[in-house]
């Protein structure tokens, strides 16, 4: 289930209730999990994680608005 994540944006959520973002997952395999920030590299074992969330980028809404002339 997590091979579909494999070079995306995540975060993941620990079991004690931290959470690393802003990197992503390098590679994915039945023990560990590969993953990697601007500053570090983790191996992160399966078994302490509790939840992994894809990085959506927010889409915006336009500014709708008028200009004095």
């Known amino acids: 289930m997590l091979k579909g994540l494999e070079k995306q944006a995540v975060t993941i ?24 920030d601007e500053f570090e590299m983790l191996y992160v074992p399966i078994s302490s994680i509790r939840a992994v969330a894809a990085d959506r980028k927010v889409r915006e809404q336009p500014k709708i608005g008028f200009s004095a002339q």
Do not use: Q, W
């Open 13 to 36: 959520y620990f079991l004690d209730g931290s959470c690393v973002r802003g990197g992503t997952l390098e590679e994915v395999n039945e023990a560990y999990v590969k993953y990697k």
